[in-house]
């Protein structure tokens, strides 16, 4: 379910970072190409809120994320010229290795700060639960639509950033009873 999340999130978050903020960091990569950060600062600004420094965060994640496509020029390119969008959602597993690793190692500005979904991201996480659980138990015995609501409003008011960010999620007894209180409050009659 972490997953589904993050990778939402991620798919939302290079869609995002096409918009251009003020800011005109770059980050130098090999051979000294320089890689504006200013859109993804932007999109983490909006995402994460103060959960973690945006300029530190993106200044981790970009360079990781230029190793796997430096060999794909259009793709570069994209990166190159801060049009994140152009990226595509063909990259959003390979954010997902470093979104984790770049949130742990980026100094936290709120650790109470939970994810700001917004509806077309909460779409998203629904419909990629909604496959997911296709043909599953629950599917059987629950409202589909009402549990993928409940976890996804879970994960915007009873969870903070850094608590999602967790290895172990899925196993903490938090979100155990999440889970729980979600199945009991969407059973089909």
Known sequence: MRQICILTLLCIYLSA??????RSDVVTVDDGIEIPISACVEANTKILGNAVDPV????????????????????????????????GVDKQEV???????CITQTG???????????????????????QELA??????????????????????????????????FNE???YQKTVEKCLNSTKKN
Request: include cysteine; proline fraction near 3%.
């Open 95 to 101: 954010v997902a290795k470093y979104f984790q690793s």
């Open 17 to 22: 970072c096409e918009q251009k903020s003020k």
């Open 172 to 174: 903490t007894k938090k």
């Open 56 to 87: 530190p965060f993106c200044k981790c994640l970009i360079p990781k994320f230029y190793q796997d496509l430096k060999n794909d020029s259009e793709k570069l390119k994209s990166l190159k010229e801060g049009s994140w969008y152009d990226l």
């Open 135 to 168: 043909g599953s138990d629950i599917e059987k015995t629950n409202d589909i639509d009402k549990y993928c609501d409940c976890i996804i409003n879970s994960f915007q008011t009873d969870f903070t950033i850094k608590e999602i960010m967790l290895d172990n």
């Open 108 to 130: 936290t500005n709120d650790s109470a700060a939970k994810f700001t979904i917004t509806p077309r991201m909460a779409t998203g996480m629904k419909n990629k639960m909604k």
